[in-house]
């Protein structure tokens, strides 16, 4: 047995722990030890379909230290006229570039990849079970609570009777190796942006939408990509969209108001704005993907699945019998784990959790980086709040609030917000700080944000109250 000693020891190599794990080099002089069960960092980039692409822009993923990416705009498909999205293969490259160019040859990280931590210090790999003992002097720091799952890990909550054709969207791809005859209808099962993701591309790949049935158990808004662009030409539309966002959580009596209110401005949208929406994971998608989605009108709203049979769907309403030679696509996996936001930072430990939804990469950059700084724990966790994550759309509010909270508390901090709107991660922060002085239109919108936070601080605070 090997006896190790280190400063910081990092459970998980996603996003979450690289982020953390990057500025911490950069902050400080600290070794960190990895640990990550998969092969090779990027998390549940390596779990995820082929086909699987950023919500978000690269220019705002990855690490601090380095872009992602070329910067580029789409010139063609569903997002053309916006920055390029990262393929799933890109992403675990780039994280597997970052571990390898950057992280090791610093002679200050330790990576034990294929290996998982099993409590006391001890690491054990997955491959040989040698056991390696870990001496932390500083803080164990667990990047693993908000558990991405998607559905290649995560076995259906409902019955599958067999002889049944139930596949992940990881196997769509590879059907060219399917046995004849093909597969026919594609029954996805799901709402969430992976459901989505796949019927994009079935529809891309020549797939008939009349072949397609999607199988929604709620209804889902989505977030228009239009408004998260980082380059200063959409400065209208993404620091603008913010604006409107506040103005109309400062005035809104309910959550649904709010989201509205957004869905007239352009900022929000729904597949089928005919259906009332009460789901919000924050899926971030174009309108070009949405009029693809549109096209699929074979929609089951029966809720949610409880068996697959030989002859079809089985509901808590009755059967829906699904002929000819099904193949149903899982994309039902729940993305996060839904848990309450806990202290990041406490005694010998730090919690990774999201403190600016949903930027992930910069939640767990900022951790870190407060971890170099911040004097105590209580200030620490004053600088770092956890932010709930929110599932249905009445909880929203309390994610908005707390991510004002959130931009309120770094405020107080002068280094903490140089180091923001520095940071390639915070393409607000970085728009805001870059606005001319004599630019009257950009002026003017970050008059209307001041104008608008404490407004809308007040009126959030109510609409969390009325949920309970």
Same mark, same amino acid.
Request: glycine share 8%; hydrophobic share 45%; proline share 7%.
């Given at each position: 047995?090997?006896?190790?000693?280190?400063?910081?020891?990092?459970?998980?190599?996603?996003?979450?722990?690289?982020?953390?794990?990057?500025?911490?080099?950069?902050?400080?002089?600290?070794?960190?030890?990895?640990?990550?069960?998969?092969?090779?960092?990027?998390?549940?980039?390596?779990?995820?379909?082929?086909?699987?692409?950023?919500?978000?822009?690269?220019?705002?993923?990855?690490?601090?230290?380095?872009?992602?990416?070329?910067?580029?705009?789409?010139?063609?498909?569903?997002?053309?006229?916006?920055?390029?999205?990262?393929?799933?293969?890109?992403?675990?490259?780039?994280?597997?570039?970052?571990?390898?160019?950057?992280?090791?040859?610093?002679?200050?990280?330790?990576?034990?990849?294929?290996?998982?931590?099993?409590?006391?210090?001890?690491?054990?790999?997955?491959?040989?079970?040698?056991?390696?003992?870990?001496?932390?002097?500083?803080?164990?720091?667990?990047?693993?609570?908000?558990?991405?799952?998607?559905?290649?890990?995560?076995?259906?909550?409902?019955?599958?009777?067999?002889?049944?054709?139930?596949?992940?969207?990881?196997?769509?791809?590879?059907?060219?190796?399917?046995?004849?005859?093909?597969?026919?209808?594609?029954?996805?099962?799901?709402?969430?942006?992976?459901?989505?993701?796949?019927?994009?591309?079935?529809?891309?790949?020549?797939?008939?939408?009349?072949?397609?049935?999607?199988?929604?158990?709620?209804?889902?808004?989505?977030?228009?990509?239009?408004?998260?662009?980082?380059?200063?030409?959409?400065? *209208?539309?993404?620091? #603008? %969209?913010?604006?409107?966002?506040?103005?109309?959580? $400062? +005035? @809104?009596? =309910?959550?649904?108001?709010?989201?509205?209110?957004?869905?007239?401005?352009?900022?929000?949208?729904?597949?089928?704005?005919?259906?009332?929406?009460?789901?919000?994971?924050?899926?971030?998608?174009?309108?070009?993907?949405?009029?693809?989605?549109?096209?699929?009108?074979?929609?089951?709203?029966?809720?949610?699945?409880?068996?697959?049979?030989?002859?079809?769907?089985?509901?808590?309403?009755? *059967?829906?019998?699904? #002929? %000819?030679?099904?193949?149903?696509?899982?994309?039902? $996996? +729940? @993305?996060? =784990?839904?848990?309450?936001?806990?202290?990041?930072?406490?005694?010998?430990?730090?919690?990774?959790?999201?403190?600016?939804?949903?930027?992930?990469?910069?939640?767990?950059?900022?951790?870190?980086?407060?971890?170099?700084?911040?004097?105590?724990?209580?200030?620490?966790?004053?600088?770092?709040?956890?932010?709930?994550?929110?599932?249905?759309?009445?909880?929203?509010?309390?994610?908005?609030?707390?991510?004002?909270?959130?931009?309120?508390?770094?405020?107080?901090?002068?280094?903490?917000? @140089?180091?923001?709107?520095?940071?390639?991660?915070?393409?607000?922060?970085?728009?805001?700080?870059?606005?001319?002085?004599?630019?009257?239109?950009?002026?003017?919108?970050?008059?209307?944000?001041?104008?608008?936070?404490?407004?809308?601080?007040?009126?959030?605070?109510?609409?969390?109250?009325?949920?309970?």
């Amino acid at each position: 047995m090997t006896t190790i000693t280190t400063d910081y020891l990092v459970i998980g190599a996603g996003a979450l722990g690289m982020a953390f794990a990057d500025t911490l080099l950069a902050e400080t002089g600290a070794h960190i030890t990895i640990v990550d069960r998969h092969a090779r960092p990027g998390g549940h980039w390596n779990d995820a379909y082929p086909f699987v692409a950023l919500h978000q822009p690269s220019a705002t993923y990855g690490v601090a230290s380095r872009a992602l990416g070329s910067g580029t705009i789409d010139a063609h498909g569903p997002n053309a006229g916006l920055y390029e999205l990262a393929t799933g293969p890109e992403v675990t490259a780039y994280f597997n570039a970052v571990m390898q160019q950057h992280f090791l040859p610093s002679g200050r990280v330790t990576y034990h990849p294929m290996s998982t931590y099993e409590g006391d210090g001890r690491i054990v790999s997955i491959l040989s079970g040698k056991e390696t003992r870990v001496q932390v002097r500083k803080r164990l720091v667990d990047a693993t609570f908000i558990g991405t799952v998607v559905p290649s890990t995560q076995r259906p909550a409902f019955k599958v009777a067999q002889g049944v054709e139930l596949v992940p969207p990881n196997a769509l791809p590879a059907l060219w190796m399917h046995e004849s005859p093909a597969p026919r209808p594609f029954v996805v099962i799901g709402a969430g942006k992976t459901s989505m993701d796949t019927i994009v591309f079935l529809l891309q790949a020549g797939a008939s939408p009349d072949d397609i049935i999607w199988v929604k158990p709620r209804e889902t808004w989505l977030w228009n990509r239009k408004h998260t662009q980082p380059g200063m030409e959409f400065f *209208v539309q993404t620091l #603008g %969209g913010f604006t409107t966002m506040l103005e109309a959580a $400062a +005035t @809104a009596r =309910t959550a649904e108001e709010i989201f509205l209110t957004l869905e007239r401005e352009g900022i929000f949208l729904r597949v089928d704005p005919s259906v009332r929406a009460d789901m919000f994971h924050y899926p971030t998608i174009s309108e070009g993907e949405v009029a693809l989605l549109r096209r699929v009108k074979n929609v089951l709203r029966k809720g949610h699945v409880r068996e697959i049979t030989r002859h079809g769907l089985v509901f808590d309403a009755g *059967v829906h019998e699904i #002929g %000819g030679n099904p193949i149903y696509v899982n994309c039902t $996996a +729940t @993305a996060f =784990t839904r848990r309450a936001p806990e202290p990041v930072f406490s005694d010998n430990r730090i919690l990774l959790q999201m403190v600016r939804v949903p930027n992930v990469v910069l939640s767990g950059a900022m951790a870190a980086w407060v971890e170099a700084h911040g004097k105590d724990d209580a200030e620490k966790n004053r600088l770092c709040p956890a932010v709930p994550f929110p599932d249905r759309m009445e909880d929203w509010p309390a994610t908005l609030l707390g991510n004002l909270m959130s931009e309120g508390a770094a405020l107080s901090h002068p280094a903490l917000m @140089a180091w923001q709107n520095a940071c390639r991660l915070n393409p607000a922060g970085k728009l805001v700080s870059l606005v001319p002085e004599d630019d009257a239109e950009k002026q003017a919108i970050l008059a209307r944000v001041s104008a608008a936070i404490m407004p809308a601080i007040a009126n959030l605070q109510k609409l969390v109250k009325q949920v309970g």
